[in-house]
């Protein structure tokens, strides 16, 4: 690796004069550019930090790496470090892959900055800054109006490629370009900076990377200007989100990236959950993103125009969503999680007559296991898509509700698998690990509340697609809820483009005394987030379709037999997402709409689940 030796003087981007042009004897030879996504990041690992990223195919593989000491004050701020020299390194290509397909890489932990030195400091004389394009500066509110700055230290990651008049040179010189010198290869990177900076932060701030440890000692930090113990401090707070279909060729929104208002239809609840994480006190506590299903449409045409090529139904696709408003979350949201549903296969995808699993099954499987989010090792593969994970405090189930479906048919309705065994075993041994925590399993059909039709005949779940179609499923998935008395557990979900919740009791219809099991009812609730963007009405259920409140029996676990009562459907209709976040025992809830977006933590709209 060689290292360039660059005097810097801390000053913030956003307000940097004019860039020192090249003299008009010499010639920029370089750019430099942002990934195309953003980079996600996992805990070292021994002493190398997990990355994952992607860049941009139209410019090929870059030249060099470069990584430049930053420190990020929240909103669009940004400032060079003081002291600290930017690095650069021959860029080796990896042995698999094109560019612009997933960016598997680390960087030793001895490359980042240190954390920066924060000190906490209640102020309750809030001043309202402003930034580029008017956004509030970056400051969190807490309940007594006291303010926290939100300050990380971490690596800008850039490529150095030539510029066009640079490739044309070497042309001239039969393909042998004269070899950089330090100082000229130096001049040449204080240029090309220069040069990108004068674009605004959101053309390049995807590319920054905290230092290790830099989002926990964030939150820490907002936690004692509130002054909160760590007993009393909030939980988890995260985002539930799905189905987004496609912008179109008129679907343009130029400026949504600064203001969110400017967003069409098909981006603009994208662009508002970018807001929300980035410029609201809510937001910023917010350290987790799911993405429960149908993160593209692989069929967006429904069959019409939808490309016969494996890479253009599902690697751009993903590779397009994470290039959009996506790349924009802060690195506040320290963790992205995509769970696979219908549209990432085909419409209701289940396998056919004689289990026949369609051309487009194992491509777009595969696919989904190489565009996860996560840039750390995984438990799974591609024939495993459901995993767990522990998060703030929390614990995850991600379900695969799609994938391993059986073929349904008349003959087998009741008993047909909406998942293996070994999920549900994996299931059972997650819901005993994370006895004691707030607990989350999210997969992307909705489990409660059923359809009206499967509710009043059912055989008629066979023309459902949410795990009512799987009434087996359904009831090992309730009777083991109710075995593991996992009260408080939330099921989140996302396929019906419609939000809205229901509570649930599971109890043994022969009752039983306490401290026996089937003594307690066991109290459950599931939240349903809409869809980012979903223009088409007959793709949104109406509300009437769902049978709640209602109650139900079925045959549990140990032989005996168990009621389910589901109360009425809380609806929430409309594109956008869902926010939750467990405080004070309780789980929050609240939904952005267009028009209603979710704002401060004090929203008196927040909804209590208990």
């Known amino acids: 690796m060689t290292t360039i030796t660059a005097p810097m003087v801390a000053t913030t981007l956003r307000a940097l004069a004019s ?12 750019c430099a550019e942002a990934p195309r996504h953003r980079v996600e990041h996992a805990p070292p690992q021994g002493d190398r930090v997990p990355l994952l990223s992607a860049l941009r195919p139209e410019l090929g593989w870059p030249h060099w790496l470069l990584r430049v000491p930053m420190r990020w004050l929240g909103e669009s701020r940004y400032e060079r470090l003081q002291g600290l020299d930017w690095q650069v390194e021959p860029f080796v290509p990896p042995s698999v892959g094109q560019p612009g397909e997933p960016w598997r890489f680390s960087l030793d932990v001895a490359q980042f900055p240190p954390r920066a030195a924060r000190v906490p400091r209640v ?42 008049r640079a490739v044309v040179m070497e042309g001239e010189r039969h393909g042998v370009m004269h070899e950089l010198s330090a100082a000229e290869l130096n001049q040449q ?8 900076f004068e674009l605004p932060p959101h053309r390049w701030a995807h590319g920054f990377v905290p230092s290790p440890g830099e989002v926990d000692a964030q939150a820490a930090a907002i936690s004692e200007v509130k002054g909160e113990s760590a007993g009393e401090s909030d939980g988890v707070c995260f985002v539930v989100a799905a189905c987004q279909y496609p912008p179109g060729i008129l679907d343009v929104s130029p400026g949504c990236e600064l203001d969110p208002t400017q967003a069409g239809p098909a981006l603009a609840a994208l662009a508002r959950l970018h807001r929300f994480a980035r410029s609201t006190a809510l937001g910023r506590r917010c350290s987790l993103v799911l993405f429960a299903g149908d ?17 253009e139904r599902y690697a751009r696709s993903y590779n397009e969503f994470k290039a959009g408003p996506a790349r924009l979350l802060p690195q506040t949201v320290a963790r992205v999680v995509h769970g696979i549903d219908d549209h990432e296969i085909v419409d209701n995808w289940e396998p056919g007559a004689s289990d026949d699993l369609g051309p487009w099954f194992s491509v777009a499987r595969q696919a989904a296991w190489d565009h996860r989010w996560e840039a750390g090792a995984r438990a ?39 998942w293996t065994a070994v999920q549900r075993d994996a299931f059972v041994a997650w819901l005993a690990r994370s006895a004691g925590r707030p607990r989350f399993m999210m997969s992307g059909s909705l489990p409660l509340p059923r359809r009206r039709a499967t509710a009043e005949h059912p055989a008629s779940s066979l023309r459902s697609d949410a795990w009512d179609g799987y009434p087996h499923s359904l009831h090992e998935l309730l009777g083991e809820v109710w075995r593991a008395r996992a009260s408080g557990l939330v099921f989140l979900s996302g396929d019906e483009h419609r939000s809205g919740w229901v509570s649930a009791q599971i109890s043994a219809v022969d009752g039983g005394s306490d401290g026996e099991a089937g003594g307690d009812p066991v109290r459950i609730h599931s939240v349903h987030s809409s869809a980012l963007y979903a223009p ?35 609806d929430h ?15 929050e809830l609240w939904f952005d709409r267009a028009g209603d977006p979710v704002g401060d933590g004090a929203d008196p709209h927040a909804t209590l689940l208990r």
């Open 19 to 30: 860039p020192m042009p090249p003299p008009a004897d010499q010639e920029l030879l370089l």
């Open 123 to 164: 102020d309750t004389s809030v001043e309202s800054a402003t930034d580029v394009g008017g956004v509030a500066s970056g400051e969190v509110e807490n309940d007594a109006g006291g303010e926290v700055d939100i300050e990380m230290n971490g690596l800008l990651l850039l490529g150095l490629y030539l510029e066009p």
């Open 189 to 196: 990177v204080a240029w090309a900076l220069d040069e990108l």
């Open 295 to 311: 993160q593209i449409y692989a069929d967006a045409s429904g069959g019409l125009a939808d490309s016969r090529s494996g890479v």
């Open 380 to 418: 799974g593969g591609p024939e495993a898509l459901w995993h767990d994970f522990e998060w703030r405090g929390a614990s995850f189930f991600i379900a695969d509700a799609r994938c391993e479906r059986e073929a349904r048919r008349v003959a087998n309705w009741s008993t047909a698998r909406m």
């Open 536 to 570: 088409w009405p007959f793709a949104i259920t109406a509300k009437e379709e769902f049978a709640a409140p209602e109650a139900f029996e079925f045959d549990g676990p140990d032989g005996r037999r168990l009621r389910c009562v589901v109360s009425a459907w809380d």
């Open 573 to 587: 209709p409309g594109d956008g997402f869902a926010v939750l976040r467990v405080r004070a025992g309780a789980v």
